[in-house]
């Protein structure tokens, strides 16, 4: 198995980009990734605004999967994902949903052990590790490596784990798909801008997909399938989000739309994913045995 290493990353998502790595269909590869600070914070002295936005999401590719044509589907079936013993998070006055409320910028570097995040003295956080950046070259113009959106990019959608498939649509031959910003733990919504932040290794298979046939972000669990939207608002996202995963209950099960319409309503669940990037993400699941 290869080694991608994290001394090649990208900070904007773009159809300019040349591949960093070139990798064949089926490939399983281990992806060094840094952490969203790009390293710089290693204290509580090394606040948000200590860091360069142009240093935040840094992701490692882009990634050429070889035998993959411009419209068909990209594959990450993500194996393992493997971090160190401390994670870091911030908040700002110039961060998070609640950012006017915040009267100064902390850090808080957080010890990680036994499967726990030690928050406090009196506070452990349970681990749900995942990958927050994952993207492909979009179909034109640069975007930052911390926006979300149809290409993939900053999702911060937990499940984005260990046992889960995320499919992307390509606009490019080859994908180019770029991997980073993992969470040892985080919320949905990400509410203050920062989950438990940490450097990683991830180990994944790319591979084409002729079965999968979407616009957006998608996401297989060992349970759930879940479509996935980024917009400028939560109620945009959420509405791109349900649309999509209606018309694939649709497609899977062979029922017009309005069927699938209402056993959505009575089966599906719709979930925040974040609503601290510059755009807005939602998603919608439902379990794997409506289908």
């Known amino acids: 198995m290869r080694r991608l290493s994290s001394k090649k990353v990208i900070y904007m998502f773009s159809p300019e980009n040349k591949p960093a790595y070139a990798v064949e ?12 600070f790009s390293g710089k914070a290693r204290t509580a002295k090394d606040l948000f605004e200590d860091i ?14 070889n035998g993959l044509s411009a419209g068909e589907t990209l594959c990450v079936s993500i194996e393992k994902i ?17 950012s006017e409320d915040v ?15 030690l928050f406090s003295p009196d506070i452990e956080v349970g681990l749900n590790p995942h990958i927050g950046v994952m993207g492909v070259s979009p179909l034109k113009d640069e975007v930052p490596v911390f926006y979300p959106g149809d290409f993939g990019g900053n999702l911060d959608t937990v499940e984005a784990r260990e046992g889960s498939k995320v499919y992307l649509p390509t606009y490019h031959d080859g994908a180019m798909v770029s991997v980073g910003d993992v969470h040892a733990a985080m919320g949905d ?31 297989e669990t060992p349970t759930e399938w879940i479509a996935y939207a980024a917009a400028k608002t939560l109620d945009k996202a959420a509405k791109m989000a349900t ?22 309503s009575a089966a599906a669940n719709l979930r925040v994913s974040q609503v601290v990037d510059p755009l807005m993400a939602a998603r919608m699941s439902i379990s794997k045995k409506y289908l």
């Open 82 to 98: 493997k971090f160190g013993k401390t994670g870091v998070m911030m908040c700002s006055p110039n961060l998070g949903i609640l």
């Open 25 to 36: 269909n089926g490939e399983r590869v281990l992806i060094e990734t840094r952490d969203c």
């Open 189 to 219: 919504g990400e509410v203050c801008g920062t989950g438990i932040e940490v450097a990683a290794e991830v180990t994944v298979r790319l591979s084409k997909n002729d079965d999968v046939e979407l616009k957006r972000p998608m996401i």
């Open 243 to 264: 649309s999509d995963l209606v018309r694939f209950i649709s497609n899977r099960q062979g029922i017009d739309f309005e069927e699938a319409y209402m056993l959505a």
């Open 52 to 65: 360069a936005m142009g240093n935040v999401n840094p992701a490692t590719g882009p990634i050429e999967v």
């Open 103 to 117: 009267r100064k910028s902390r850090t808080k570097i957080i010890p990680i052990k036994g499967g726990k995040a």
